[in-house]
């Protein structure tokens, strides 16, 4: 317990405050501070030279510092805006007019991101929204029966936002994979709370971000 409450002081909101909704946005770390304002004394002090001297690599160094989190390998994160569109991103690589242009979901998922995906069905994609009668566990073998030979992805989080239960996401991909569909896992609510290793999982695509438990700010998915 102590070596966990030496580090209760390196954030400040904790000083004032019982703080237990760091699922929406994490607690500020102290050392924020610094970064920031050596950030605006380069933009600053730089100008336009602020790109050629940091900035541009600055997506990919911070992207190599969250790989190992989610266990993925140096170079293979890539920066974006939110999880909405870094899916969107996803989305675009593929071709929904074809026979396979199912889209499996759980109506447990996050707001935007069904929001996302039902508005694909203007490009074709045929969107199977599997409800569940229990609002905190994903139904598997319900879910698990909907992906068939025309699935083509098969978008859903290791942990549901609104209940933290944490989803069988090895049997989603493995049965995704004898079908030949794509998983994009998303580990927002997972990264920081428990052990995460996308390669080992053998997600197609995995999306998160930094601003719930890894304290990292908003603006980095």
Known sequence: ???????????????????LISNSLGAMPRGVYDKM????????????????????EMAVSVGDKIAPLIGARSGEVSLHQNVTLTQAVISSCFDFRGPR??????????????????????????????????????????????????????????????????????????RAHQV??????????????IPVDVRALGADFAVGGVLKWLCGGPGVA
């Open 1 to 19: 317990m102590d070596e966990l409450l030496k580090w209760r002081s390196e954030f400040p909101i904790l000083d004032r405050a019982t703080y």
């Open 37 to 56: 304002h050596a950030y605006a004394d380069s933009w600053a002090g730089r100008g336009v030279r602020a790109w050629e001297e940091g900035w541009w």
């Open 101 to 174: 242009n199912k889209i499996v979901m759980t109506d447990l998922e996050f707001p935007s991101i069904q929001y996302f995906y039902h508005e694909q069905r203007r490009l074709g994609a045929r969107v199977e929204l599997v409800a569940n009668v229990d609002p905190v566990r994903l139904d598997l073998p319900k879910f698990l029966a909907a992906i068939d030979e025309n699935t083509l992805l098969v978008p859903i989080s290791l942990v549901l936002f609104r209940s933290a239960y944490i989803v069988d996401a090895r049997a989603i991909i493995e």
């Open 180 to 193: 030949g569909a794509h998983v994009i896992l998303d580990v927002f609510q997972a990264a920081g709370t």
